[in-house]
């Protein structure tokens, strides 16, 4: 009976286990999966038996965790080794959650004393970014010490708390895995080997490394060397990522063909010159990004210590968002150069909140040879403030001052020249450019200016629609000398529109004469107007003087306008002279008035003929109610039907041409009343009476004025009387045979006078003098023929000098003149 039952629990059990064994995958699925699901792991798939030697041998197993899918197969495990022979990784892109991760902690492994080692023959890693599979194998010489080997090299030792290792990576495993059609990673090469460790929360590395990167830019050849160590971590918790590359040293090398991307010029031999080949460049700090805020304490980028040229550039406090990089952007910068073309170049620049600041100073032995001007000791320095960089409407101000000692361009020598540079933009786009120059003198050719200072203003609002701008100028200059003319204190202020063409207005004083100019420039035409205000001619006077030094203006008024086109070369103009009085020498001109009007036309001057008139003319004989008229044909002027009265007669001139070296004019007057003719010389006692009349043909030429073939003749009966004349009286008394003739000229009723006439250049006045008439008191008739010289020029000169009129006018004027 106890055999029996024996047997049937025998039987029994020994069903259980066969059912067990049969049923072993879903059992163990049953069982196992629940509790891997917990940890959020999902088994789909296990295929195991039993070896003889009572091995475990997992056929597959498959595993998925936060869409990660590993597949492994060929599995064998006893107490003492686990040994894998394929396992599949497919690395897929982690599922969206809107759940907050847990922080991570420090690694608290535990690690069992004992444990099957671990071998996996090959393990197959896919992923969506790899371009192929990465095949490794991994092996456990010891416990807890993993070996990596295929297509990386690394080893790693776990512990409670960390994990430690190596890791070897190059280029060519990069690009061999990475899916990327990136260009620009075609010339990258690079070895590096790092000592890593991962305590759950910080995960660090330190290595050498040895990379070099060629790149081709326009068919310039570029290529940096970096050697030394480089240090990382990354920190899962703050998520900041820190990097040391303070002890690699980097040098970066341009190829001679960089010099083509210069674009041809005259100036791109200097660029050349200044551009160095060779650069050194570092990261002296540890730099990190945190919450996608990258910050790099310093940048230096230095020319090579083989290079002519010497340029240091530093970024300092450098700090960029990534998600926002132009809106947050911060950096200092500091630059230098220093050439044998450049003296220096210092630039501090801040950026920080969209905005930029900085200032900069340029010293320059001299301008470079492609410039059209040659300067020496150029230097300039400024600053600048620019905001809203990252809109379309930047704001901001700039400031420079720059000066050279000497600058000749375009036949033009400029000496000490400072100007200053200020331009404002607002926010609405409204900018603001004041240019304030200064320079002690400027030349060309004969033409010299001295004390010269301008100040030129721009107006405008740079927004949408046409573009005006109000401009404003301001220009004073001391002197202006030139072989014709000298100018001195001159002044003017202008304004002006600028649209689609240039209207400007130009409020001019030159030696104290003011004038008004508007112009309007267009593409096809130049209108212009120059109004001359009614004001005094004195200021004239400054002028005058330098072509005739003797002539002075006294008293008077003038004005005018101008009209024309510059484009045309035609212009329309009127000029009023008014109750104006000059005094040449000791000539005086009293109240001249005229008023003229004409054109000009491509070169050629035309006035129409016009009146003008003179009150009075002192020129030791006196003409007064002078007449006549001007005008300019094809830039030639005449003065012509002048008249006027002289001696008591009346005197006509009928043309003369100004400006004209060889020319005859002819002058004719009757009715001269003889007693004002001889009583010139008051102290004669010759006394004459009657009217006279004549022609005196007046001949110009470069060497004076002569009078060739004159005539004088009586007009009527008139009286000579002679008496206490010295000479008469000595010529009387030497020639006693005469004095029966000479007698009879003392008391003479004139019957008829006539009398050639001659007047040199040099002055000498030839008269020779018929004279008939009657002597009552001897009842004789007189025929008297007689020449006579004398140096009129002399006379007049002598009788201007006792001028009271003239000698007031000269003092008076002289009064004036240092007052």
């Known amino acids: 009976m106890l055999k029996r039952i024996g047997l049937i629990v025998g039987t029994v059990l020994l069903s259980i286990v066969l059912l067990g064994y049969i049923f072993r995958l879903p059992l163990l699925q049953w069982a196992v999966a629940p509790a891997l699901e917990k940890a959020g792991v999902t088994l789909s798939c296990l295929d195991f ?50 759940k907050v991760s847990s922080p991570a902690t420090i690694l608290d492994l535990a690690l069992p004393e004992k444990r099957p080692t671990i071998t996996v023959e090959q393990l197959s890693i896919n992923s969506e970014f790899l371009n192929q599979p990465l095949i490794l194998s991994i092996n456990e010489p010891k416990l807890n010490q993993f070996v990596v080997s295929g297509d990386l090299s690394a080893s790693a030792t776990l512990y409670n708390n960390k994990v430690q290792g190596q890791l070897k990576v190059s280029d060519e495993l990069l690009k061999q895995l990475l899916k990327t059609d990136n260009a620009l990673l075609s010339g990258l090469s690079f070895n590096t080997s790092q000592a890593f460790s991962f305590n759950g929360i910080e995960g660090s590395a330190t290595g050498n490394l040895q990379a070099r990167y060629d790149y081709k830019f326009k068919n310039c050849d570029i290529s940096n060397n970096t050697k030394g160590v480089l240090s990382a971590a990354y920190n899962l918790n703050t998520q900041k990522l820190s990097l040391d590359p303070s002890k690699l040293k980097n040098n970066v090398t341009l ?106 100073d340029i010293a320059l032995p001299a301008l470079p040879e492609f410039l059209p001007a040659d300067a020496n000791n150029v230097k300039a320095a ?44 607002s926010e609405k786009l409204d900018a603001n450019v004041v240019l304030k120059s200064e320079f002690k003198s400027a030349q060309y050719d004969e033409y010299k200016l001295t004390g010269i200072n301008n100040t030129l203003s721009a107006k405008a609002n740079l927004g949408v629609g046409e573009l005006f701008a109000h401009l404003s100028a301001n220009t004073q200059i001391s002197t202006l000398t030139s072989p014709s003319i000298d100018l001195e204190n001159i002044n003017v202020n202008s304004k002006g529109l600028q649209s689609r063409a240039l209207k400007a207005s130009h409020h001019v004083f030159v030696n104290g004469i003011e004038l008004v100019a508007n112009h309007h420039i267009s593409k096809v035409e130049h209108p212009f107007e120059v109004i001359i205000p009614q004001q005094s001619v004195l200021s004239l006077n400054s002028i005058i003087s330098q072509f005739e030094p003797l002539a002075q203006l006294t008293k008077g ?160 009966q008139g009286k000579l009387i002679i008496s206490n004349n010295a000479a008469f009286d000595s010529v009387m008394q030497q020639q006693q045979e005469l004095q029966p003739v000479l007698s009879l000229l003392k008391n003479l009723d004139i019957q008829k006078l006539n009398s050639t006439v001659a007047l040199k250049s040099d002055g000498w006045l030839n008269l020779g003098v018929n004279l008939q008439g009657f002597n009552e008191p001897q009842q004789q008739q007189v025929n008297f023929n007689y020449n006579h010289e004398e140096n009129v020029f002399t006379l007049l000169r002598a009788l201007r000098l006792s001028d009271e009129i003239t000698q007031k006018v000269e003092q008076q004027y002289s009064q004036k003149g240092n007052l």
């Not at 020319?303 to 947050?328: A, G, K, R, W």
């Open 49 to 98: 038996s039993l070896t003889s030697k009572l091995n475990v041998h997992v056929q597959k197993a498959c595993l998925s965790y936060q869409n990660q899918e590993l597949v492994v197969t060929g599995i064998t495990a006893n107490t003492r080794h686990v040994e894998i022979k394929h396992a599949a990784l497919n690395i897929n892109p982690l599922p969206q959650s809107d």
């Open 255 to 360: 190829g001679n063909n960089c010099q083509f991307l210069i674009p041809e010029g005259d100036y791109k031999a200097f660029a050349v010159k200044q551009l160095p080949l060779n650069w050194l460049w570092a990261l002296p700090k540890p730099i990190s990004l945190v919450d996608n805020n990258l910050t790099l304490p310093l940048i230096t980028l230095t020319s090579d210590e083989q290079s002519e040229q010497e340029i240091d550039i530093t970024f300092t406090d450098t700090f960029v968002n990534t998600v926002t990089p132009l809106q947050s952007a911060r950096t200092q910068l500091k630059a230098q150069l220093h050439t044998d073309d450049i003296k220096a170049v210092v630039l501090n620049m801040q950026l920080e909140n969209a905005q930029l600041s900085g200032n900069y």
């Open 382 to 425: 400024g600053d600048f403030t620019l905001t809203q960089l990252i809109d379309s409407k930047p704001a901001g101000k700039v400031s420079t001052t720059f000066s050279f000692d000497k600058a000749v361009a375009y036949g033009t020598t400029i000496n000490a020249y400072t100007g200053k540079l200020v331009a404002n933009m």
């Open 557 to 716: 008024e003038f004005g005018g306008l101008i009209s024309g086109d510059v484009n045309l070369q035609k212009a329309n103009f009127n000029l009023t002279v008014d109750d104006t009085s000059a005094l040449y020498n000791d000539y005086l001109a009293n109240q001249f008035r005229t008023q003229l009007s004409g054109q000009y036309d491509s070169g050629q001057l035309n006035v129409e003929p016009t009146t003008f008139n003179v009150n009075e003319l002192r020129a030791g004989a006196v003409a007064n109610n002078i007449n006549g008229k001007i005008k300019v044909v094809n830039n030639s002027a005449q003065a012509f039907e002048i008249s006027g009265n002289v001696f008591g007669g009346v005197f006509e001139l009928d043309k003369y041409s100004l400006l004209k070296s060889q020319q005859t004019a002819n002058v004719t007057f009757e009715n001269v009343d003889a007693s004002k003719l001889i009583t010139l010389d008051d102290k004669s006692g010759i006394t004459l009476t009657g009217r006279l009349k004549g022609t005196l043909p007046f001949y110009f030429d470069e060497t004076g004025v002569e009078v060739k073939n004159g005539s004088l003749a009586n007009q009527g």
